[in-house]
């Protein structure tokens, strides 16, 4: 990548926006598309973008075309507008789950365009523009996700993308360690603070609550329309996760009824101990 | 409460030490009842305590007494000292649960002392005096948890005290209510952290770990001594919480296998409105 090289960027929510925000501040010539004029005007506003609109032929002439559409709607999105994308670009995206986008995408690729997954692990409970700011990036993690067909330029370019917009860790992952991982601290994670929310209606309980509880369920506020995308998309991976969880919850309430103390104390002692590995470095 | 009131603490660990750090420091008289010398000899170091040692004779002159000992030694200590404290003085404690503790508690206290529950929603996954310190109190909840027996002086005298270390919401509340409350927002949230920690045997996947999962599992690192105890002595609630947010969880699980998009978003819209109703005020 070098000051020439143009970037379009494609859907400007709190990602996209995110991106267009950066990767502007660092100099780079960067092109919006996005079916929201209001999300256009602020975005030429800001000074994110050069220029941009709702029209796809905006890209012609891209070098990378991050993808920033939520997932039921990318491919969809490639079917009809890859004709418009320039020969021997890169595209990216951002999508959250990566076994089936990666599938379904290459399915329907032009060859002469290649399609690079990544994901920066950067995104919050807030949807749209306004939510938008490149600060999110800072000592986030960002994952490339590369088949073995990918090319070593392709790699390097999003690296270089990442390093760019200031990510903290960039690192390369299989698609199926991606959604293992993903499933377990993310997916899982979210659907526990979500039936926690949902199990207990008493709004007065509120005057109660502590920092731990707050904590638990302070993603129990999350994005309702890209979620299910992302649970359904991983599917096989994450019902395993719940499987396991929900198997581990039924041991330690055996272990309640049965007032056994000794083997409750083993339980914490064993996930105070796994705990201490995840302690920010 | 007056500068004349002499407090006694039994158990100088975190809670007791924070205790007598905040009361010493608010220029009360306190003598502390620890079976560790080492603790003792750093409260006297530290000014927290006047006078202090293993012998509970030492509470013969004190017009409070609190007890901040684990829940299955507190009622065995009251059966061997009671005979050591003041006709006419309060007993109080910090145990995290209630129903059974006071019940226990009143059935064998002399008639010329007074129990008087109380719960410092102040606790911390730490263990012993050298994580005591009394800035934990300010902005905490303090519970006083009366029975229709106590007098308005207990109540205000405890109250007088809480206010003293500067929780800050001081509020009455039924044991019934309490044990249901702390049943779903610190129990049950354990449980779950423990569950959530100990269901992956991954230490690798910290590098890819986000604060959401950080947030989730800080309570994963807990006292294995203590919470077995205050499990056991709540197990109905206790259980009856679990069995609800694992029907919480078994039901969002039929919706990701059923790929049931709108069912999903129904779940993630109200638990992001009940999560509203939790934010810091």
Redesign the interface.
Known sequence: MDRNTKIGIVGLGVLGGSYACGLSEAGFSVTGVDIDAETISLAKERGWIEEGGSDPTLLSSCDIVVSCLYPNVFVQWIQENQKYLKSGSLLTDVTGVKRKIITAVNDVLRDDVEFIACHP?AGR?SKGILYADSSRFIH??F?IVPTENNTEYAKQTVREMAEILQFG?I?EISAEMHDR?IG???Q????????????????D??????D??????????????L???L??LN?DY??E?????????????SL??N?D?EG??E??????E?????E?K
Chains 1, 2 share one sequence.
């Open positions: 692990m409970e986030a993690n994952l860790h690192k991982m377990y601290l993310s899982l994670t979210h659907v526990i603070a979500v039936s926690l929310m949902n199990a207990n209606d008493n709004p309980l509120s005057e109660f609550t502590g731990s509880f707050r904590d638990l369920t302070r993603i129990a506020n999350i994005n309702e329309s979620w299910p995308q649970f359904i599917k994450l019902l996760e719940i499987d396991s969880f929900c198997g581990e919850m039924q041991a330690f309430r309640i009824e007032e103390e409750m104390k339980k914490l002692i064993s996930s105070t796994r705990r201490k590995h995840f920010k």
